[in-house]
Structure formats: C-alpha cells, structure tokens
C-alpha cells in the first residue's frame, strides 16, 4: 500500500539553526499537511497546502516556517531559526482529495530536538 | 473552535475483553471524523472513517460510531489482543471554507495484558 515517507527519522539541532523536514506524499494525492505533536500534548495543525500554495496556516505557523513543493513529489518544512520549544515529533500528511471519504494518511514522523 | 476530548486517558483490560474508547468534540458541524492508532514513537495509522452522513462504520473488529447532535462518537474493539495496545486518537475535520484541518483529542493509552 502506498504510504507517506518522511525524511530524517531524527534530526538534532542547535538553537538558532535553519532545519528542512522532508517529505514525500502518496503519489496521486493532492493535498498536504504539516502537524506536529509536543511530547506528552495533542497532535496540532501547522498548515495544510493545495495547487501549490498554502490554503490554511495555525496561529503557530508563524514567519519562522515555510512549506514547498520544490518537484513533484517531495514537500518540505523549514524552519528559519529553531527554537528550543520546536523541539517535537513533526508529521506529514496527505490526501487523494476534497470530497468527504477522503481519508488523511500520515507518515512516521520527524523527530525533531533543538539543543 | 473545535475542542476534542478523549475518555479515558488510559484503558487496562485483559486479553478478550471488548472495550469502547470514547470521542467528544464541541462542533457539531463536523465534517468527518477519523480514528487514528499511534504506536510509540512512530506515525498515525488511520484506523476507520465516518463521514457526517453516517452512523458507523466497521472494520474487522473495529467499529466506530458518530453521532452529531451529541457530539460523540466511540470506538468498539472486540475480543482485544496484546498487538491492539497503542494510543488510540481520535480527530474531526472542519468543513466549510477549511482545507481538511484536523483537531485531535489527547488520546487514550490502551493496554492490552495476555
């Protein structure tokens, strides 16, 4: 079954650094997510994407952050200058489409930890 | 603003009991509502989806209801087994003008002992 990959599994970083999370969504998907889940909180919307700009951002996803789809199949989340409390578990999302069945399928996962 | 609550935090039952995890949001102007399992330090599976429209929906053991008007819905594990312990989320999706943003609930943490 097709499923959302996500690039690096574990990135460490030191405050202040720029980080790129990848990702590459399910091939005939149309529509992509970032969310991210602080240990021990809910998983939260970041910003979701469409017809290759940004459709809808969270009150988190502020001037530090960026989305792009730079090909056809990968999407990327950067982070200008990281923060401690960026350290989180960032997850990328897709799906087939708008209508109502359309389910959201997600990958495993970068973990991200700021020193 | 929708706010998804999850009862309980954390379920322990022995192997072969059925068990119902419980799902309550604010918004009754769901879009769809989907049931995820997360299994430690790893990603979201999708385990079932309703639609608004319905009232259920079912895979293998797993049956998940929705009602709207009083914002609930509940997810029925039947005959669990050891490989079911996870956290087990649920989240809506807003409709209208919204892009499928998810709000998720915190999550039950259940335990499954042979």
């Known amino acids: 079954e097709p499923e959302v990959t996500q690039t690096p599994s574990h990135q460490v970083t030191q405050m202040g650094q720029e980080v790129i999370l990848r990702c590459v969504p399910i091939?005939?998907?149309?529509?992509f997510y970032w969310y991210r889940q602080i240990l021990g909180q809910k998983v939260e919307f970041l910003v979701s994407?469409?017809?290759?700009?940004?459709?809808?951002k969270s009150e988190i996803f502020d001037d530090q952050f960026s989305v792009e789809r730079p090909d056809g199949s990968n999407f990327t989340l950067k982070i200008r200058s990281t923060k401690l409390e960026d350290s989180a578990m960032y997850f990328c999302?897709?799906?087939?489409?708008?209508?109502?069945?359309?389910?959201?399928?997600f990958g495993n996962g970068t973990r991200l930890t700021v020193t | 603003k929708q706010e998804v609550t999850q009862i309980p935090a954390a379920l322990s039952v022995p192997e072969g009991e059925n068990l119902v995890l419980n799902c309550s949001f604010t918004?009754?102007?769901?879009?769809?509502l989907q049931w995820f399992r997360q299994d430690p330090g790893k990603g979201l599976t999708s385990l079932l989806l309703?639609?608004?429209?319905?009232r259920e929906q079912t895979s293998g053991r797993l049956n998940a209801s929705l009602d709207k008007s009083s914002g609930r819905s509940t997810l029925y594990i039947a005959a669990s087994q050891p490989g079911d312990s996870a956290t087990y989320l649920c989240?809506?999706?807003?409709?209208?003008?919204?892009?499928?943003?998810?709000?998720f609930g915190q999550g039950t943490i259940l335990t499954v002992h042979p």
């Open positions: 999302a897709s799906r087939e489409r708008q209508g109502v069945r359309s389910p959201l399928h």
């Open positions: 091939s005939n998907h149309l529509y």
């Open positions: 994407f469409y017809n290759n700009e940004i459709s809808e």
């Open positions: 918004d009754s102007a769901i879009y769809n």
């Open positions: 309703i639609q608004s429209s319905q």
């Open positions: 989240a809506g999706r807003a409709g209208g003008t919204s892009y499928g943003k998810l709000t």
